[in-house]
């Protein structure tokens, strides 16, 4: 959602690639657009004024918020990327997942920066 900063090298990393019998879609997304059949949604810093709103419609679907903004995860989404002494490391906000019905794999909880909800 907003500007993506992926430019095409999201396309071609999941190009060819199938998850239970379908094939990854990369859709680039304007605010105010539907949001049907999306399963992952990274929310760019361009739409970070949007954040409040798209999390609030999102509220208990079962979408994978994902972003690069500071406080994402104080909102409500799930997994923010975040730049650490020059590498990339990230938080997830385990209780935003839990309520969605999201699962947060025992091994990335490990090795991720958990703000909300419990460590495994």
């Known amino acids: 959602m907003g500007e993506d900063p992926?430019?095409?090298?999201?396309?071609?990393?999941?190009?060819?690639e199938v998850v239970q019998s379908r094939p990854l879609v990369v859709r680039?997304?304007?605010?105010?657009?539907?949001?049907a059949g999306c399963q992952v949604l990274f929310i760019s810093r361009s739409a970070k004024n949007q954040m409040p709103t798209l999390l609030r419609q999102l509220k208990g679907t079962p979408v994978l918020t994902v972003a690069?903004?500071?406080?994402?995860?104080?909102?409500?989404?799930?997994?923010?990327?975040v730049l650490v002494e020059e590498k990339v490391k990230f938080e997830i906000n385990q209780t935003a997942a839990d309520q969605c019905g999201l699962q947060i794999s025992a091994k990335l909880l490990k090795i991720a920066r958990v703000v909300k909800g419990s460590t495994p």
């Open 68 to 81: 690069d903004s500071d406080g994402f995860t104080d909102l409500g989404g799930m997994v923010n990327f």
């Open 28 to 35: 680039r997304l304007n605010v105010g657009e539907d949001l």
């Open 6 to 16: 992926f430019d095409k090298k999201l396309d071609a990393l999941v190009k060819g």
